[in-house]
């Protein structure tokens, strides 16, 4: 199940061969930042490339709208399995909703 509505920066992220919705809402930013530092920070380094797989992982780890029966291993396995390419959609819809906000 993904439903992504991407008019509120959702994304989708297969793992495990099913679609998992990544929804930024703010208590999920919140935790991001907790972990990865400033968000500003973060799409910077995003934008420059120098955005770390681990950093990737944990910034969709802490936007899913579900975890049951996930582990973060999981949402890493998913990085690699489809690559970074694939990955690197997802990734820019969250970023966007980082900067632009949602409607």
């Given amino acids: 199940m993904s439903g992504a509505n991407p008019c509120r920066g959702e994304a989708a992220l297969t793992i495990g061969g099913s679609p998992r919705l990544l929804r930024p809402s703010f208590a999920a930013l919140v935790a991001a930042e907790e972990e990865l530092g400033p968000l500003f920070a973060l799409v910077e380094r995003a934008s420059a490339g120098k955005l770390a797989l681990a950093e990737m992982a944990a910034l ?44």
């Fill in 60 to 103: 969709f780890w802490h936007c899913l709208a579900e975890r049951e029966g996930l582990t973060r291993d999981d949402v890493g396995t998913a990085i690699a399995t489809q690559g970074l390419a694939a990955s690197a959609a997802p990734l820019r819809a969250l970023l966007a909703a980082i900067l632009q906000g949602q409607p």
